[in-house]
T-cell receptor
Framework: NAGVMQNPRHLVRRRGQEARLRCSPM?????VYWYRQLPEEGLKFMVY????????ESGMPKERFSAEFPKEGPSILRIQQVVRGDSAAYFC????????????FGPGTRLTVT | GQQLNQSPQSMFIQEGEDVSMNCTSS?????WLWYKQEPGEGPVLLIA?????ELTSNGRLTAQFGITRKDSFLNISASIPSDVGIYFC????????????FGDGTTLTVKP
């Protein structure tokens, strides 16, 4: 059973460019979560999605960030006009149901903004 | 918002020693999760706790959900070099619909 897949694993973008991060959940999982991790810190919740629905985006910056989880294909976290402060590891997790919230994480995408 | 305090921040121990780390919260959680993260990888779920007072083991790991629902601890017995990594606690509350609040992690170093 394949785990949560994320690509790319490493992404370098210049300031002002767009970053697209992809997440394919585990087979049978319909809930996807995105987290951001700065060096030597814990993970900070960004957004929780189900297929074609954003359930909770309370952790998403109001501007430049968006997420989607279409009916077909991976979930996408999109960051427009990246700035240096966006440099971080972005992790996706998936779970098969809301309760009891066992979330399984992918390997992450490390975004570096130069 | 909900805050988790995880301690200690780091531990340096000798192989064979037991390890204990804990998380405390300013508010209650209905679920506590413990993860281990190795360099360059995502967190891996170790133990999930769903009831206050619950004590759950996974091999040499034991975790407990505090009675007040505001704390949890993780014990590792007879540590080995491959236990090295960062251990995170995470709490969830039902109304937050899957949104986990993470501690800042405990970095464990095991000397052979």
């Amino acid at each position: 059973n394949a785990g949560v897949m994320q690509n790319p694993r490493h992404l370098v973008r210049r300031r002002g460019q767009e970053a697209r991060l992809r997440c394919s959940p585990m087979k049978g999982h319909s809930h996807v979560y995105w987290y951001r991790q700065l060096p030597e810190e814990g993970l900070k919740f960004m957004v929780y999605l189900q297929k074609e629905n954003i359930i909770d985006e309370s952790g998403m910056p109001k501007e430049r960030f968006s997420a989607e989880f279409p009916k077909e294909g991976p979930s996408i976290l999109r960051i427009q006009q990246v700035v240096r402060g966006d440099s971080a590891a972005y992790f996706c997790a998936s779970s098969p149901r809301r309760d009891p919230y066992e979330q399984y994480f992918g390997p992450g995408t490390r975004l570096t903004v130069t | 918002g909900q805050q988790l305090n995880q301690s200690p921040q780091s531990m340096f121990i000798q192989e064979g020693e037991d390890v204990s780390m804990n998380c405390t919260s300013s508010s209650i959680f209905n679920t506590w999760l413990w993860y281990k993260q190795e360099p360059g990888e995502g967190p891996v779920l170790l133990i999930a706790l769903y009831k206050a007072g619950e004590l759950t083991s996974n091999g040499r790991l034991t975790a407990q959900f505090g009675i007040t629902r505001k704390d949890s601890f993780l014990n590792i017995s007879a540590s080995i070099p491959s236990d090295v990594g960062i251990y995170f606690c995470a709490g969830l509350f039902n109304t937050n619909a899957g949104k986990s609040t993470f501690g800042d992690g405990t970095t464990l170093t095991v000397k052979p």
